[in-house]
């Protein structure tokens, strides 16, 4: 598995920005794909996940502006972030969840700079 995240940048507060996620080796099944965020002294915490199933689950902070979407077959994830708040500040983990082993890959993080 190696997962190759993108789109990151800087924004206003209000903005939208895309992130997207590839894994480009081999595995094959795939449990969970989703988006972690981390800030400096703060642990990891979940963003969102798109499942095997294609439902999806997202954090209370983000209802209602961010949405996962997947392509299982490309093995791509993507995070579109719409009305973006200062809080959103942060470096966004993609990852992988396999369902052999339930095992996480991580990408290697894409950093998310929201203006006021």
């Known amino acids: 598995v190696q997962l190759q995240a993108s789109g990151g940048g800087l924004v206003q507060t209000g903005g939208f920005l895309g992130l997207s996620c590839v894994n480009s080796g081999t595995i094959a099944r795939i449990n969970r794909m989703g988006w972690y965020r981390q800030t400096p002294g703060k642990e990891r915490e979940l963003v969102a996940r798109?499942?095997?199933?294609?439902?999806?689950n997202y954090a209370d902070f983000v209802k209602g502006r961010f949405t996962i979407s997947g392509d299982s077959a490309q093995n791509t994830v993507y995070l579109q972030m719409s009305s973006l708040r200062s809080e959103a500040t942060a470096v966004y983990y993609c990852?992988?969840?396999?369902?052999?082993?339930?095992?996480?890959?991580w990408g290697q993080g894409t950093l998310v700079t929201v203006s006021s």
């Open positions: 798109i499942n095997s199933d294609r439902s999806t």
């Open positions: 990852y992988l969840n396999t369902c052999a082993t339930r095992e996480n890959y």
